[in-house]
């Protein structure tokens, strides 16, 4: 996957109409990227019920569906992920600062109805804000791609292998902002000097201290402890001197924890419990990290999902 996103960012420089189609990076002609699966009345049909303008440009596909990039900076998902629609069903209309918004989400025919004969295992149609810049109207198309950098990638890669290990990543705090300021406030008040941790050992019972003294409820203090943790670790000797933890505190990484752990306890909050963090599940939006795709994340209970026209 590191070397597939190396090639994405060589080529992108280079071309505009580069796309990665089925896992492949795919140089595409003006005609390619405004073919439709659909037929045109089904395609007039959904731009109605989605209010979508313009023609569809393709962005990108895999094996369960295809996304097309419309005026406005709407973008249409095709797919047959069952879970990916009553997911983003749940979280339809809800805006949160570190997840792609969700505008509609329905099903292209009634269950009762003969499926068209395009697409027919494809029966869901999400329609969501693209994140970041539209790469049609942007000539700096390595810019307007917003992948992750690679430190942010760095990051991701660590969540995923914890959000299982580490609650605090679906349990951020509510006031992250204040969690750190209480969290300088208590090392200020620490005595660093005199507790001194040499650079080949841990610093976890330094740093436990630390929080134990810091205001605030448990949330914040395992919020604290997580970012602090994936910025720096327990290992170099960060916590002796007030310099030192202000510049971890201040610095990006601690606000890319902070990014995907808030998207992450935003999904959860909802009944979504998504595992399925990757480099291209989430998005660089000028520095933030959006969390964007959540299929294979089934929500909890029985969610309903409208069809295309449907008025509700």
């Not at 595992?275 to 990290?289: A, E, P, Q, Y």
């Amino acid at each position: 996957m590191k070397l597939l996103m190396e090639n994405w960012r060589k080529f992108v420089k280079e071309q505009r109409h580069y796309r990665l189609v089925v896992n492949e990076l795919t140089q595409l002609t003006e005609e390619q990227l405004r073919e439709f699966p659909l037929s045109d009345e089904e395609l007039e049909k959904i731009k109605e019920w989605g209010d979508l303008k313009g023609e569809p440009s393709l962005l990108g596909s895999g094996t369960l569906g295809s996304a097309y990039l419309f005026d406005e900076n709407k973008v249409l998902k095709i797919t047959s992920d069952y879970n990916e629609a009553k997911a983003t069903k749940v979280i339809e209309g809800k805006r949160h600062p570190n997840v792609y918004k969700i505008l509609k989400v329905a099903r292209r025919w009634d269950r009762m109805e003969k499926p068209p004969k395009e697409k027919p295992r494809h029966p869901y149609v999400i329609v969501y804000e693209l994140v970041g810049k539209d790469p049609r109207k942007d000539k700096r198309s390595s810019n307007s791609i917003n992948f992750p950098t690679n430190e942010q990638q760095i990051i991701i890669e660590l969540a995923f292998n914890q959000i299982h290990r580490k609650p605090a990543w679906t349990n951020w705090t509510d006031d992250f902002d204040s969690a750190k300021e209480n969290f300088l406030k208590a090392a200020r008040a620490y005595d660093l000097e005199k507790d001194k941790v040499e650079k080949q050992k841990s610093e976890e019972g330094k740093l436990d201290s630390i929080l134990d003294k810091m205001e605030g409820d448990n949330k914040d203090k395992k919020s604290i402890k997580l970012a602090y943790v994936i910025s720096v670790g327990y290992y170099g000797a960060n916590l002796n001197s007030i310099e030192n933890i202000k510049e971890t505190v201040n610095s990006k990484k601690f606000d890319y924890v902070a990014d995907l752990a808030s998207g992450l306890t935003f999904l959860k909050k909802n009944g979504i419990t998504f595992s399925d963090l990757k480099t291209t599940n989430v998005m660089n939006d000028d520095g933030k990290l959006i969390i964007i795709d959540i299929g294979r994340s089934p929500p909890t209970g029985y969610v309903e999902i409208e069809t295309v026209g449907e008025n509700k």
